[in-house]
């Protein structure tokens, strides 16, 4: 059938196969032209939600970086009769197929990685495959979670003690209007902290710990977010900001929990970028667009793929990791720079829906979000049949 993108809401709910594969390629061809420069290079890497965004470049990273075998977890939907299937599953399956050309293990699990009959797959896929892992990434972006008691907990994208109003920007009608996101219940944040937060991350550590499929000095990385003072009302003082707090609680917990096998467990404060995540936070879409042509003009602007490589080779690879003062790894450090922020408080200040051009890279924002679901490359032909 031919396939063509269908946007709802802040969604794409169509998936191009043959655009997700050049989306994997293209990213496959940036990490392959990168000088590797890490001294303690993974060889065994699970990466737990890998088939989008960061999750999906973290892999990448791994696997054509620096030759690793790779086993990636994650939940995506296959084709069913008209409605295609979700773009992780064409990404998953075109990563498969690239890394089998290069005679490197892939290999994918689809399922609630919440779930302990996951982790129970794939602690016996290592063991039977693997052996071991020295690197374990946490990438997981859901919405839900059901306990093992059988309590679904849902996540909210809410403020934390009072309502926020701030601008926005309506990507269906490229205006700038006012939205006032509602403050959490003190319920609303737990369950936020239980989808988002770090006891999952924790559980699979001691799960493949306790099965002896970890290794020894193994590293293991979550990802995060903080972002400038005109985003944290909705993120890091909201209730994602509460869940990326315990996080960063969880990675030192698991460094003293596991100091005998040496365990390294890192928060990685990443870059503000569009993706699934990203797309549904009220402000932050505008924000995003303002940064991404600051970031541009300065030549200062990287993708999942560029922050992802740059933090394999020169971070999380390294003998020393370098550290924030809280301990966290800090791959935001371009988007922070003073004189990028000046740049873009004073965009946001003098910016309308009349000259959102002037100050916003609207164009490039759904370059990026198009491109997540495969569709505008310029060398896909999307008027022809796929298989779905």
């Known amino acids: 059938m031919v396939v063509e993108p269908k946007v709802k809401g802040f969604i794409c709910i169509t998936a191009h196969p043959k655009g997700c594969g050049e989306h994997v390629r293209r990213q496959i061809e940036y990490v392959k032209s990168q000088k590797q420069e890490g001294k303690r290079n993974p060889k065994k890497v699970l990466v737990i939600g890998a088939s989008t965004g960061y999750g999906l470049a973290s892999r990448i990273s791994a696997a054509f970086g620096f030759g690793a075998a790779t086993l990636g977890v994650s939940f995506e939907k296959e084709a069913s009769g008209k409605r295609t299937a979700t773009p992780g599953y064409y990404n998953t399956k075109a990563f498969e197929q690239y890394a089998q050309e290069e005679g490197l293990y892939a290999a994918s699990i689809n399922g609630d990685a919440f779930s302990d009959g996951i982790k129970e797959e794939t602690i016996k896929k290592i063991r039977e495959e693997l052996g071991q892992v020295d690197m374990v990434v946490y990438s997981l972006a859901a919405p839900r979670r059901t306990d093992r008691d059988g309590t679904v907990y849902t996540s909210v994208i809410k403020t934390t003690g009072s309502d926020y109003t701030n601008k926005t920007l309506d990507l269906q009608k490229n205006e700038i209007t006012k939205v006032t996101v509602p403050a959490a219940t003190g319920q609303e944040e737990l369950a936020t902290i239980k989808v988002m937060g770090g006891e999952d991350w924790a559980e699979w550590i001691r799960q493949l710990a306790a099965a002896g499929v970890l290794a020894d000095h193994a590293i293991t990385v979550a990802y995060s977010y903080i972002g400038p003072k005109i985003t944290h009302p909705i993120y890091f003082n909201g209730t994602i900001g509460s869940a990326k707090k315990d996080v960063e609680k969880t990675a030192k917990l698991l460094c003293e929990e596991f100091s005998e096998i040496d365990l390294r467990a890192y928060v990685s404060v990443n870059k503000g970028l569009v993706t699934q995540a990203s797309s549904a936070i009220p402000i932050v879409p505008l924000y995003m667009c303002l940064l991404y042509k600051v970031m541009k003009e300065k030549?200062?602007?990287?993708?999942?793929?560029?922050?992802?490589?740059?933090?394999?080779?020169?971070?999380?690879?390294?003998?020393?990791?370098?550290?924030?003062?809280?301990?966290?790894?800090?791959?935001?450090?371009?988007?922070?720079?003073?004189?990028?922020?000046?740049?873009?408080?004073?965009?946001?200040?003098?910016v309308t829906t009349e000259n959102l051009v002037q100050y916003a890279d609207v164009d490039g924002y759904f370059e990026d979000f198009y491109h997540m679901f495969g569709f505008h490359y310029d060398n896909v032909d999307y008027s022809q049949d796929v298989e779905i």
Do not use: N
């Not at 370098?322 to 408080?345: F, L, N, S, T, W």
């Open 299 to 350: 030549g200062l602007h990287e993708g999942c793929i560029e922050q992802m490589q740059r933090l394999f080779s020169e971070r999380l690879t390294l003998d020393t990791v370098p550290v924030d003062e809280e301990g966290r790894i800090r791959m935001d450090d371009y988007e922070m720079r003073p004189d990028v922020q000046e740049a873009v408080k004073a965009a946001w200040d003098a």
